[in-house]
């Protein structure tokens, strides 16, 4: 069996991805595949937590603005993603996985309450720890949940399983002159506005030494060729 070359990580996941094809809801059989790519990753050893996000639901700035005020918009962005987590929860469970859901907030009818402890014991145990409600509170994307979740449990790398194969110069969609990098530091991230994560998960990860994975969770498989060390996408250094 292989062995990782991440021993644990991070894996966050946008709740657009959940969709699959479609723009909202919830495609479960796309969701079947990234839970037997997490399988493949428990099975030969790495530590999963995962962190959702909500946008096949709610998006709080977006969905919200001009309606809502901005902070109950975001309140319901971190149910949207508790949603997401008890789907992905329940699909694991049924493939015979040992998982745990931790919301950043009390939610104790649907899941743990969220402490460090308790996820890395779980993490150590060979639980996949899900983690819902960003990081409970407004004005913060769940890729800075996933970036502050990732220092909590001292992971060795954040996975970004995006709808881009990797980090361009430019957008790509605009940008006919746009290169993907193979790899490229945190620094050239935040001087040229890369889209990575938001500014604030980046410099998080910058300070507390975690490099991030960024590629296409289109092939589900590619979660363990990115746990693997294998080049996926783009890999974020330090």
Known sequence: M?????????????????????????????????????????????????????GNFWRGLK????????????HMGMLATVMNALAVSDRMEQQGMSVKVMTSVAMTTFADVYTRRDAVKAL??????IFGGGTGNPYFSTDTAAALRACEIDADAILLAKNVDGV??????????????????????????????????TSLAMDNKIPAVVFPLADPENIVRAVLGENVGTTVTL
């Open 2 to 54: 292989k062995t990782p070359a991440y021993k644990r990580v991070l894996i966050k996941v946008s709740g657009e991805a959940l969709a699959g094809g479609k723009s909202t809801g919830l495609d479960f059989a796309f969701i079947d595949e990234v839970c037997k790519a997490v399988k493949q990753c428990v099975d030969m050893g790495a530590q999963i937590a995962i962190v959702v996000g909500g």
């Open 63 to 74: 969905n919200g603005e001009g309606h809502m005020e901005r902070s109950r918009a975001d």
């Open 124 to 129: 150590e145990n060979g639980t996949v720890v």
């Open 168 to 201: 361009y110069t430019g957008d790509p969609r605009t940008d006919p002159t746009a290169v993907k990098y193979d790899s490229v530091p945190y620094a050239e991230v935040l001087e040229k506005h890369l889209n990575v994560m938001d500014m604030t998960a």
